[in-house]
T-cell receptor, first 112, second 112 residues
Framework: GDSVTQMEGPVTLSEEAFLTINCTYT??????LFWYVQYPGEGLQLLLK?????DKGSNKGFEATYRKETTSFHLEKGSVQVSDSAVYFC???????????FGAGTRLTVKP | EAGVTQSPTHLIKTRGQQATLRCSPI?????VYWYQQALGLGLQFLLW???????NRGNFPPRFSGRQFPNYSSELNVNALELEDSALYLC???????????FGSGTRLTVV
């Protein structure tokens, strides 16, 4: 079935460092792809999305490009802040059962 | 616009008891999804309701059940609670999956 695979964490960076969290997917057809963020003690928030190949989603300095040729949707940010410390989930819309399939999550800690 | 609201925030139950969790979706959203997030693990899909009907369920035993009311709010019931049911239960609503899901803050269920 359709699925996403994220890089394992945890990831620890210093403030202002460059961030990449890898996400690859397996899917039939052309799924929509999402990144969600979960801050401590909270639910998930939609961070960005892309609905077709070559689309770039962006929000709050984060970006991800839907790459059909490499089946990837890597999350990037040029300069992370302490406030970006959270768990990040990659997800795709699974057409077969009409539910969202989430990756295992990557915990990011940013140190001052 | 009010977000997805879940109640209660925290719930402590004894093994063998029943738990009822509630979710109110965003106005205009007809689909409600339930996920279980055990400590340190990713999200596991539980149930999907749309227009009052159960559309799909994840790989959980029948003691996990629920319903959706005419106003699209939803209830998740967990019978015969076991210690491993302790988790954060997240509810999400959507008006169409290409828009992504909007999550509530979750109910933390602790079974002792």
């Amino acid at each position: 079935g359709d699925s996403v695979t994220q890089m394992e964490g945890p990831v620890t960076l210093s403030e202002e460092a460059f961030l990449t969290i890898n996400c690859t997917y397996t899917a039939t057809g052309y799924p929509s792809l999402f990144w969600y963020v979960q801050y401590p003690g909270e639910g998930l928030q939609l961070l960005l999305k892309a609905t077709k190949a070559d689309d770039k989603g962006s929000n709050k300095g984060f970006e991800a490009t839907y790459r059909k040729e490499t089946t990837s949707f890597h999350l990037e940010k040029g300069s992370v802040q302490v406030s970006d410390s959270a768990v990040y989930f990659c997800a795709l819309f699974y057409v077969g059962n009409n539910d969202m399939r989430f990756g295992a999550g990557t915990r990011l800690t940013v140190k001052p | 616009e009010a977000g997805v609201t879940q109640s209660p925030t925290h719930l402590i139950k004894t093994r063998g008891q029943q738990a009822t969790l509630r979710c109110s979706p965003i106005s205009g959203h007809t689909s409600v999804y339930w996920y279980q997030q055990a400590l340190g693990l990713g999200l596991q899909f539980l149930l999907w309701y749309d227009e009052g009907e159960e559309r799909n369920r994840g790989n959980f035993p029948p003691r996990f059940s629920g319903r959706q009311f005419p106003n699209y709010s939803s209830e998740l019931n967990v019978n015969a609670l076991e210690l491993e049911d302790s988790a954060l239960y997240l509810c999400a609503s959507s008006k169409g999956t290409v828009y992504g899901y909007t999550f509530g803050s979750g109910t933390r269920l602790t079974v002792v």
